[in-house]
């Protein structure tokens, strides 16, 4: 399947500090989705991209798909207490479930 | 209108108990998929389907797992002779068609084993 691997694990910033995650894989992937799961929660979609070298933005959040379409990564600029959780990449495996990373769990502090 | 369910919210049950979970989809959704996360771990892909198309099992970690679904709509999952690494939160998901599109997740079932 293709696996991606996402870095950091965790990141504690103060808020108003900015936070990237990135998700990472060995092979070219189809396409990539990002969710985000709140502590107790559920994953929650937040985006998908499918273009080599895809932006895409969300008020604070930017994402963005490589050139290779071999990685990708998240931005968030100054964190609010809101964006507290995990942040999940999935890319998926020749059309059928998608492969989750690990994830990144953001702690922001007032 | 409404998202994917699940039951129970919680199980606790004894090592070797079977049990069974279950997951209502969003009406119309034609795919539907069972993950599995363990405390503080990512999901862990157990099963797909795809309208009547045979299931993808590949994720199922041993032949105690078993899920179907009925109709096209409702899935169950089960677990036989119920193991304490058993213990999880375990996800359903929907989407309108196969891969590529949104998954929206059901709240889980945590199931503890004792």
């Known amino acids: 399947g293709q696996q991606v691997m996402q870095i950091p694990q965790y990141q504690h910033v103060q808020e108003g500090e900015d936070f990237t995650t990135y998700c990472n894989s060995s092979?070219?992937?189809?396409?990539i989705q990002w969710y985000k799961q709140r502590p107790g929660g559920h994953p929650v979609f937040l985006i998908q991209l499918v273009k080599s070298g895809e932006v895409k933005k969300q008020k604070r959040l930017t994402f963005q798909f490589g050139e290779a379409k071999k990685n990708s990564s998240l931005h968030i600029t100054a964190t609010q207490t809101t964006d507290v959780g995990t942040y999940f990449c999935a890319a998926s495996n020749s059309g059928y479930a998608l492969n989750f990373g690990k994830g990144t769990s953001l702690l922001v502090t007032p | 209108g409404a998202g994917v369910s699940q039951s129970p919210s919680n199980k606790v049950t004894e090592k070797g108990k079977d049990v069974e979970l279950r997951c209502d989809p969003i009406s119309g959704h034609t795919a539907l998929y069972w993950y599995r996360q363990s405390l503080g771990q990512g999901l862990e892909f157990l099963i797909y389907?795809?309208?009547?198309?045979?299931?993808?099992k590949s994720g199922l970690p041993s032949d105690r797992f078993s899920a179907e679904r009925t109709g096209g709509s409702v899935s169950t999952l089960t677990i036989q002779r119920t193991q304490q690494e058993d213990s999880a939160v375990y996800l359903c998901?929907?989407?309108?068609?196969?891969?590529?599109?949104?998954?929206?997740f059901g709240p889980g079932t945590r199931l503890t084993v004792l």
């Open positions: 998901a929907s989407s309108r068609t196969r891969a590529y599109n949104e998954q929206f």
């Open positions: 389907f795809q309208g009547n198309s045979a299931p993808d």
């Open positions: 092979t070219t992937l189809s396409n």
